[in-house]
């Protein structure tokens, strides 16, 4: 069954297309005119469009040509009574999947819409396909040579090979997408497709469509049939992030099919075999979840064969210049501006940072001082004050204690974080008790409040 659009200007043609074409339960729409045919074109999505030639205000071809543009995947074939290869030669080439000349048997017809709807669907999974790898092939392999990612990379190269599934664990920002993708790629299924879906995105139905299919008519909107990522991605790998937030139904679908290795879509009763490798990745802990009962037991034993933990940032803090030089050189070609580097004190700054956004934060602070920049240098001044008023204490503390000023001190940023740390230093050690802070910093309570408010404690 597939949505057919019929654009024909003769009233008997346009019965004698439907009646045929309802013998297969396609679902149809029909026009009579250039402009209603554009219309329906651009406000539906249509799997066939069947397209006269000649029509009363215009020719079929331009209705050809907007379907290119707006909806390529949508196989269009061209009708018309006066047939010649010249005009079905220029039908094709500009798009048409074929070209039928009036009469036609009704089997032909039939058979040929058949063929465009088959062509329509493996298009549209097609572009789910590349869209799923393209997101995934612009990552970097992992980059660092400290233990923690030698490490990784060691047990990376140890599990991909194997097929087991995989349970990627580690804070948000990490890159357990970026191990998701090295897996894929050392495993046997490397020139099969690597689908991606992020679980947290998804209500609870749309996310058992979107993994499992639906028939038509499963729930509201389901006007056709349409494959899940189980089956497109089949004898290949997919990537269930934040597997966490699945609800409990969907846990026990996904069970079913690690268990068994077959699919039922929403609205089915077929159970149809599908050959997956699972990876799966979450924040959370999932074994307190499966204690709180959030998360099943007998899943997670299933997901966590082999367990990988991704280490924050903040534990592998000598990987931040490699990590930092290629994604500098990732964000100039998205910008598209010349690369910049980074000046040593800017890159001991971010090396004095904790990242609790791990990489991805990385990422961002690194695109902000490249927009921000005036020079081929990111310098510490370009970077943002969550990290540089953190250097700058950290450098007046270490004066101060006694150690060589650096070369550059950005004086009233250094001041004022020392300041900034000072007052929250002192309202810890009197457990939040402003007035007897104010008395040991020398501080009326009034300066205090002011102080307070201005560094927003």
């Not at 790629?185 to 209500?203: D, E, G, M």
């Not at 159970?271 to 979450?282: C, F």
Request: aromatic content about 6%; glycine content about 6%; proline content about 4%.
């Amino acid at each position: 069954m597939a949505r057919v659009l019929i654009v024909e200007d003769e009233p008997n043609m346009r019965k004698v297309l439907s009646a045929n074409l309802r013998q297969d339960a396609h679902m149809l729409i029909e026009a009579s005119t250039l402009k209603e045919g554009l219309q329906a074109v651009y406000g539906n999505d249509f799997d066939v469009v069947l397209l006269d030639q000649k029509l009363p205000d215009g020719e079929g071809t331009e209705v050809l040509k907007a379907i290119q543009q707006s909806e390529p995947s949508t196989a269009v074939v061209m009708l018309s009574a006066y047939g010649t290869v010249e005009l079905a030669v220029e039908a094709m080439r500009i798009g048409a999947f074929d070209f039928l000349t009036k009469p036609f048997s009704p089997d032909n017809l039939r058979a040929v819409v058949r063929r465009a709807a088959e062509r329509a669907q493996l298009h549209r999974e097609n572009y789910l396909l590349r869209s799923a790898v393209d997101r995934l092939e612009g990552q970097s392999e992992i980059r660092g040579s400290s233990p923690a990612a030698v490490k990784l990379r060691e047990l990376i190269s140890r599990v991909g090979p194997t097929g087991a599934t995989v349970l990627i664990t580690g804070e948000t920002g990490t890159g357990k997408e970026l191990v998701a993708r090295a897996i894929h790629k050392s495993s046997q299924r490397a020139s099969k497709p690597l689908i991606s879906v992020n679980c947290a995105a998804f209500s609870e139905t749309l996310l058992e469509s979107e993994l499992f299919g639906h028939e038509r008519g499963a729930f509201t909107g389901a006007d056709r049939t349409r494959y899940g990522l189980f089956e497109a991605a089949h004898e290949g790998t997919l990537f269930l992030d934040e597997a966490g937030e699945m609800s409990i139904a969907a846990q026990a679908k996904l069970l079913r099919v690690l268990a068994e290795g077959k699919i039922i879509r929403l609205g089915s009763t077929v159970a149809r075999d599908v050959d997956v490798r699972v990876l799966a990745a979450t924040h959370r802990d999932l074994r307190k979840e499966v204690r709180e009962g959030r998360f099943r037991q007998d899943l997670y034993y299933r997901l966590a064969i082999v367990p990988i933990e991704v280490p924050p940032l903040r534990e592998r803090i000598a990987d931040i210049p490699e990590i930092a030089q290629y994604l500098l050189h990732q964000i100039a070609n998205d910008l598209k501006i010349a690369p910049r580097v980074l000046h040593p004190d800017a890159e001991q700054q971010l090396m004095a940072y904790n990242f609790p956004g791990n990489v991805r934060e990385l990422r961002n602070l690194l695109e902000r001082a490249c927009i921000l920049s005036t020079g081929p240098e990111i310098l510490w001044f370009d970077l943002p004050e969550v990290v540089s008023d953190l250097a700058n204490t950290k450098s007046t503390l270490q004066f101060f204690n006694g150690a060589t000023l650096p070369e550059e001190l950005h004086l009233r940023s250094a001041l004022a974080s020392l300041e900034r740390a000072i007052i929250e230093q002192m309202l810890m050690r009197t457990g939040g008790v402003k007035s007897e802070a104010a008395r040991r910093l020398g501080l009326s309570k009034s300066d205090l409040s002011y102080k307070l408010a201005k560094y927003n404690l």
